[in-house]
């Protein structure tokens, strides 16, 4: 069984920062991408990054460029994403996603999820 555990969410005020970490446990899976999204109230979930762990290649949502930076610790079995300069509409659950093909915004293509971590952003 493959385990995708978030952690670092919580709320905090327009302009913030908060780091998400996504730990992978359980038995051996090689998996060539990972991924963040995200669910608000009421809405569908939404891509809003990728790495792939040979490479480091990277693929962002527009509306995250250059305030979020995804990234990777290979020997840990971990990847972060790093939130800056956060807004009210970055409110949502967070979820991490790994897939054993490579980097791909669509939800259906990824294999495990985590259970989500909720990101609150409010004045």
């Known amino acids: 069984q493959v385990q995708l555990v978030e952690s670092g969410g919580g709320l905090v005020q327009p302009g913030a920062s908060l780091r998400l970490s996504c730990a992978v446990s359980?038995?051996?899976?090689?998996?060539?991408?990972m991924g963040w999204f995200r669910q608000a109230p009421g809405k569908e979930r939404e891509f809003v990054t990728a790495i792939s762990i040979i490479g480091g290649i990277t693929k962002y949502t527009d509306s995250v460029k250059g305030r979020f930076t995804i990234s990777r610790d290979n020997a840990r079995n971990t990847v972060y994403l790093q939130m800056n300069a956060l807004k009210p509409e970055d409110t949502a659950i967070y979820y991490c996603a790994a897939r054993r093909a490579g980097l791909s915004s669509l939800a259906d293509e990824y294999d495990y999820w985590g259970q989500g971590t909720q990101v609150t952003v409010s004045s």
């Open positions: 359980g038995r051996t899976f090689f998996s060539a991408a």
